[in-house]
């Protein structure tokens, strides 16, 4: 009886190169970006924010951390199909800590508590989705949710409600166009006899983190234009 040969590894160890390779890139960017775009934003967006203080550093260090892992989760996620606790889990526990910190050096337990209604309530939302529908979203999507909510509740409630509807806008809108594209790749296939069944498969991950971020970047001023009457 003659065993098979053994499939070669260079293909999969090409593969985690090409993965790990694009995770550190994407995370050595967003860090750069982050620090350059946060500090000059962020004094600007709250006049209530003292630039001087511990507490607005230890939250600009919170931002970067969620804008490296935000890298590294949606290489991951499109390449993968899937958010590995590795990254959820320490991130989470490692943005909390310095919500914390920063709330204890303002002075105001206000941005702490917000983080964590957010947190929990994300989380538990996306739960509740996951319960019942498992196809459409996964484990790893609940424990990201909680990490966004608990990196979006400080910036206020409004910033936390864009940040929380923005992923499933956005993702209805792409859904959308791959719904009318794969339409008209089948019409082309059956005029031409090629066969275009092949299934269209999609990561939540990426646009729960691109929502979570433009509500950081634009959920309050979004928020109240929406909801102040003109």
């Not at 967006?45 to 919170?62: H, N, Q, R, T, Y």
């Not at 275009?196 to 970047?217: E, K, N, Q, S």
């Amino acid at each position: 009886m003659q065993t098979p040969d053994p499939v070669p590894a260079r293909p999969r160890a090409r593969t985690h190169l090409r993965l790990t390779s694009l995770a550190l890139a994407a995370a050595a960017l967003s860090a750069a970006l982050m620090t350059t775009a946060v500090s000059r934003w962020w004094p600007q967006a709250s006049p209530g924010v003292d630039i001087e203080g511990a507490s607005f550093w230890l939250l600009l260090a919170a931002y970067v951390l969620l804008a490296v892992a935000s890298a590294v989760l949606c290489v991951i996620d499109l390449v993968l199909h899937t958010l590995p606790n590795v990254i959820l889990l320490p991130s989470g526990a490692a943005l909390l800590a310095l919500v914390l910190a920063a709330a204890i050096a303002a002075g105001d337990a206000g941005p702490l508590i917000r983080s964590l209604v957010c947190c929990l309530a994300l989380a538990t939302g996306y739960g509740l989705l996951w319960r019942c529908s498992p196809r459409s979203l996964g484990g790893g999507d609940v424990k990201l949710a909680a990490l966004l909510g608990a990196a979006l509740g400080p910036l206020g409630w409004g910033a936390a409600l864009v940040g929380a509807l923005a992923p499933f806008l956005l993702g209805g809108v792409h859904a959308a166009v791959l719904l009318l594209t794969q339409a008209a790749r089948r019409r082309l296939g059956q005029c031409s006899g090629a066969d275009t069944h092949r299934p269209t498969a999609f990561p939540f991950g990426p646009w729960m983190l691109v929502g979570a971020w433009t509500g950081i970047f634009a959920g309050t001023d979004i928020a109240s234009a929406i909801l102040t009457p003109t």
